[in-house]
């Protein structure tokens, strides 16, 4: 294994220790096509992310983002296709408006808004993916761990 | 009262004809229960006189006092364990999030026909008689 697969499998370093989790959505038509081609050239991922397939990202709705959330995420992403490359004709393009009300949403109970994200990518974009899972990690590291009621 | 759209054309069409002064009292009156909003909009789009709107905002204390059972509940229940103060203000809505936007209602364009309350599949627009002491208080001659 290379010095690099392994420092991405290490611990997060975060200031408190904690370790975060982070929720990802990822379309089937292209950002989990580019997961698999990353697995399959075994580039690791952050340990902090939690993967979820939907059949389109248009699938996501705010609840999903919010009681991701609210049951114990400290961040959550959408990873979709390129704009007008969804295979549903426009569904990204409905993720990433909900996306945007979700993060006002958070941001009128003072959430950081940063703690949900979209990215997009093409099916072959594998190192766009890890690009994206690695930002998000990164951002949420940063952040404190997300209080609870 | 103003008038619709068809009320104005057939207006245009009958020179020297002038609508008579409102009566104010021919409908029902429209009373709003914006915790049942679901904000589907069937509403706006059964109102005949433009009074009943889709707004471009959204009011985040209705998911707070949706019913829990309620999708907007679901969402109330869940910003509600991680919010750290209570909701400041309406939030602008971007164009293809339809569900999520309050509806806004003008009491001064309503012409009391009550095809809101007919189209409100969660009974969020309510149409109650007028009551007696107002029926016949703004007609004239």
Known sequence: MTSTAAENTRAPETEDGAERKIVAFFCRECAYAAADATGNARVSLPTTIRSVLVPCTGRVSPLHLLKALADGADGVYVAGCLEGQCHYREGNLHALDRIEFSRALLESVGVEPERVQMFTMSAADSPKFVAAARKMHETISALPPLKRK | ?141
Do not use: N
Request: charged fraction near 20%.
């Open chain 2, 1 to 141: 009262m103003p008038l619709t759209a068809r009320g104005e054309a057939i207006f245009e069409r009958l020179p020297g004809a002038a609508p008579r002064e409102s009566t104010g009292a021919i409908g029902c009156q429209i009373v709003r229960h914006e915790e049942l909003c679901i904000g589907c909009g069937r509403c706006a789009s059964a109102c005949p006189s433009g009074a009943t709107l889709k707004g471009d905002m959204f009011d985040p204390m209705q998911l707070y006092s949706a019913p829990p059972d309620s999708r907007r509940g679901a969402i109330g229940t869940a910003l509600r364990a991680i919010a750290r103060h209570q909701p400041s203000g309406s939030i602008a809505v971007p164009e293809r999030v339809s569900a999520f936007r309050t509806i806004v209602f003008d009491a001064s364009r309503c012409i009391g026909c009550g095809a809101c309350a007919r189209a409100c599949p969660t009974g969020a627009a309510e149409a109650l008689p007028v009551p007696a002491e107002e029926i016949g208080a703004g007609v004239s001659g």
